[in-house]
């Protein structure tokens, strides 16, 4: 397999793959349709060589005194990212973390449809959030096989993390948003791909920065 | 200066210390004193090799034969990451992520006392969350100035974000943990520090591993 495969890409470009996205996508919103690697490398604040670098794992975009053409650069790294999937999402448990999550234009603009919300408290099951429905987490199995959900959004106590876990992975899940501090590993499913949000790991980092500024 | 000395440890070290920290957390209540860096390489999921590195990088507390004793590893690492510090935090914007934020017990566990909440809608301003009541923005640099607050949690809206940031920073905000979609900078406030949490990031690591998995 050559390196410019996508399976080749190292885990530290894919990284910063969302970043680019993100740059890519406010220069489109501002109509900029051809930008340099020096002209990028100042906006995004990384060395022009890195861009230049990162942007060539897949292929290189970039043309010698023209720069890179934004549109095709942002739908290229979209499709990498697999915005084009349309993956299908569920959120378990509806508390603040749930609820400001559901707000979000996050998932819209990355091409993930939210698709069911569910929790435990009778209080909040019936209930509507802008176009959904609050469900029974006893339905979520049974909702996720049938409408072929690939992500689920963990945002619940860390104590009910695993074993739900376990039940949607049993139900076709394929991955999960992990929000509880709980570091969640499924052994019995290694395809599963889990991505641990640990809030906590950031608020250190910039506590490091502060004392060693 | 030495490799050794903290002011010189590399940015990609600095981001997993907050992984050990909480791992030898988790040991230390589990009354684990001792760990050998390939119990604690199976644990973390990473390499011995990367974690006898990591660890050397700030002196090394392993002992051949003996492994690290992990109270004194934990509170060296806990010293670095400046949880001794004792730094004061405000929250900025009650929403849903600001109440969610304000409910976990990240803050204590790292040794930052959350000392503020601050909001400009009249509904929330004099509602209490805990052992806090919601402060009107208007306030906030005096509440700042008066109270040593090191670090300000932007959860508003985005649009808000620059001109809040601004106002905290004058008022000797050290450090802010942005929330909004934002990619805050403060160049004429170049000392102060910036953590912008790009949640959608994490979704489209998700996305990726999933599209390839």
């Not at 076709?172 to 809030?199: C, T």
Request: hydrophobic share 40%; proline share 2%; aromatic share 10%.
């Amino acid at each position: 397999m050559s390196k410019n495969d996508s399976k080749y890409i190292s885990k530290a470009v894919i990284r910063r793959l969302p970043r680019y996205f993100r740059y890519l996508r406010d220069l489109l919103s501002n109509d900029i349709m051809r930008i340099s690697s020096k002209e990028l490398s100042e906006r995004m604040n990384v060395t022009a060589s890195q861009i230049r670098q990162d942007l060539n794992c897949f292929g290189g975009f970039g043309q010698q005194g023209y720069g890179y053409n934004v549109k095709s650069l942002y739908s290229e790294i979209s499709k990498i990212l697999g915005v084009d999937k349309g993956y299908k999402a569920v959120i378990i448990g509806v508390g603040n973390l749930g609820k400001a999550l559901i707000n979000t234009p996050m998932f819209e603009k990355r091409g993930v449809k939210l698709s069911g919300l569910f929790d435990v408290d009778c209080d909040l099951i019936g209930k509507s959030f802008g176009q959904l429905t609050v469900m029974n987490t006893d339905d979520m199995e049974t909702f996720c096989r049938e409408n072929d959900i690939s992500i689920a959004i963990l945002t619940l106590p860390k104590t009910e993390v695993y074993d739900t876990a376990i039940r949607l992975a049993s139900a076709g899940v394929k991955g999960f948003w992990n929000f509880s501090n709980a570091e969640l590993s499924l052994p019995d499913y290694p395809d599963v791909i889990i991505e641990n949000v640990h809030l906590g790991d950031s608020l250190m980092a910039l506590c490091y920065e502060i004392a060693n500024a």
